[in-house]
């Protein structure tokens, strides 16, 4: 089984709502995200990214928002399915590095 | 085409043995990482390498030592295990940073590691 992420903060969503995931992030030098899903017992999935010119950012059934002035990322998953329920970790990093800063995660369930 | 490929994906060692995560891809990236994933922690960078034959310090780089003689294999070994190195271990790998593509990690499975 997976034990990573015992004490996750849950977000429960009805199958077919939209889920909306926050993320604080703690360097004002970054300026590049993303956001990865993680299903149980296999390695983190890129899902977007978005450069800090930008405040908005679509992909498929995903958005991307960045405020900058608040330090805050989010990711709205649109008409939530049972096979988004995973992990969701968002990432910073900086040009001219190599690292990105991932937090600690927000368990996404999607109930029937 | 595998993408990223950790052995071994489950091992048991006692405090003081050595062992070597192994990581392959097959995408011809440049980069490669390796983070450990702790309960309530989010993925701690230990080590990465920016090309074939260069290798660098993370946040947690104490206990390890890496090595990439190839561009498509990055090891990590543990010279003493200790029960603080008690983790999932993940190996990713990346395009540069002059590709628009950068920041997507692919990451592999996980190496799960219990050190008693």
């Known amino acids: 089984g997976e034990s990573v992420g015992l004490h996750l903060p849950t977000l429960s969503v009805q199958e077919g709502d939209n889920s909306i995931i926050n993320c604080a992030y703690s360097n004002s030098a970054s300026d590049y995200f993303i956001w990865y899903k993680q299903e149980s017992g296999k390695g983190p999935q890129f899902i977007i990214d978005i450069r800090s010119n930008m405040d908005k950012r679509q992909g498929q059934r995903v958005t991307v928002l960045l405020n900058k002035t608040v330090k805050h990322l989010s990711l709205q998953i649109a008409a939530t399915q049972p096979g988004d329920s995973a992990v969701y970790f968002c990432a910073e990093g900086t040009s001219g590095t190599y690292k990105y800063i991932f937090g600690t995660g927000t368990r996404l369930k999607v109930l029937a | 085409n595998a993408g990223v490929t950790q052995t071994p994906k489950f091992r048991v060692l006692k405090t003081g043995q050595s062992m070597t995560l192994l990581c392959a891809q097959d995408?011809?990236?440049?980069?490669m990482y390796w983070y450990r994933q702790d309960p309530g922690m989010g993925l701690r960078l230990i080590h990465y390498?920016?090309?074939?034959?260069?290798?660098a310090k993370g946040e947690v780089p104490d206990g390890y030592n890496v090595s990439r003689l190839k561009k498509q294999n990055f090891l990590l070994g543990l010279e003493s295990a200790a029960p603080s190195q008690t983790s999932v271990y993940f190996c990713a790998s990346s395009y540069s940073r002059r590709d628009s593509r950068a920041g997507e990690l692919f990451f592999g499975e996980g190496s799960r590691l219990t050190v008693l």
């Open positions: 390498s920016v090309g074939e034959g260069t290798t």
């Open positions: 995408m011809n990236h440049e980069y």
